[in-house]
């Protein structure tokens, strides 16, 4: 994971410096997610060979691996800092899972138990978990659930796999499998609109009040031999006030995969993940017939 140096979430300030390295291991380290009170960050890692949740103090120190379902991602806090929400195919399909933290063990979140769930998120208040789902459906929509217990909900009609919702309380942004951009529609129901064209993946986002940070991995090099320069993609913010994109830091290597983006609540830091190499292993099976 990879930090701006300088960087301040606020109109026309942004990150002022290269990033630094705040956590690292062998293997993939995707989709952050920092605790409420800026202190931790829970991520997915497959540092041990498999994919499962971890939490790091925000300076990469007293690293503690969380789950050992094998199969783990998108691990979100609750907003009291109490559980944490994430998915897991550990049984065949994707479903939900919550962990109380420290020391709890990871229960499931019982949706739907016939198809893929996942992709979680909480509400601003905790009281609803949003997941993604293809109950009923050929396309995958966003469902939310009563975290105290109750049936799910569904909220699209028009497609819909991770979402956010707004610090006002007002609007839900989501986006969607398959389709490149984010979309929006009033809380309490009504129309979605489509705002953003980027990015083209459903988890390289994050919300902020002032607008969007995105990775933009469509974008062109440019100058003097474009054509014979990579770009392995770069982080951009759309203002919603004014509606403009504004590129942030340009990625000096590809980003990890299903990599994601995450900003501290103070605004003060955003995390992203980069791959620097890509590890195999030979490995030898004793008494093999």
């Known amino acids: 994971m990879h930090v701006p140096t300088n960087f301040c979430a606020e109109p026309k300030k942004h990150a002022l410096g290269p990033p630094v390295l705040a956590f690292s291991s062998r293997g993939n380290t995707r989709r952050p997610s920092f605790s409420p009170d800026g202190k931790k960050v829970a ?45 897991s195919d550990y049984q065949g399909l994707w479903q939900v899972y919550v962990v109380q933290v420290p020391g709890g063990e990871p229960q499931l979140f019982r ?16 009281k609803w978990i949003y997941f993604y789902s293809g109950h009923q459906h050929t396309t995958l929509e966003l469902w939310k659930i009563p975290f105290n217990g109750g049936a799910p909900v569904e909220v699209t009609r028009n497609g819909g796999v991770y979402a956010i919702e707004s610090g006002d309380g007002r609007t839900l942004y989501y986006a969607k499998f398959g389709k490149q951009g984010i979309w929006r529609m009033p809380l309490n129901g009504g129309e979605e609109t489509h705002i953003l064209d980027q990015p083209m993946s459903w988890y390289d986002w994050t919300l902020t009040p002032t607008g969007i940070y995105f990775i933009n991995n469509g974008v062109q090099p440019e100058g003097p031999a474009a054509s014979m320069r990579h770009v392995n993609g770069r982080i951009e913010f759309f203002d919603f006030a004014t509606r403009e994109i ?37 490995m030898l099976v004793k008494s093999f017939r």
Do not use: M
């Open 43 to 87: 991520f997915e890692s497959d540092r041990l060979g498999y994919s499962d949740i971890w939490i790091c103090e925000t300076n990469g120190s007293n690293c503690a691996q969380v789950t050992s379902l094998h199969t783990s991602g998108t691990a979100r806090w609750s907003p009291d800092g109490q559980h944490l929400v994430f998915e």
């Open 111 to 126: 949706t739907f138990p016939e198809t893929d769930n996942g992709a979680p998120n909480w509400s601003l208040d905790g």
């Open 246 to 282: 504004t590129p942030i830091h340009s990625l000096k290597k590809p980003a990890s995969d299903f990599g994601g983006l995450a900003i501290s609540p103070d605004g003060k830091y955003l995390l992203y993940g980069q791959k620097d190499a890509d590890d195999s292993y030979n």
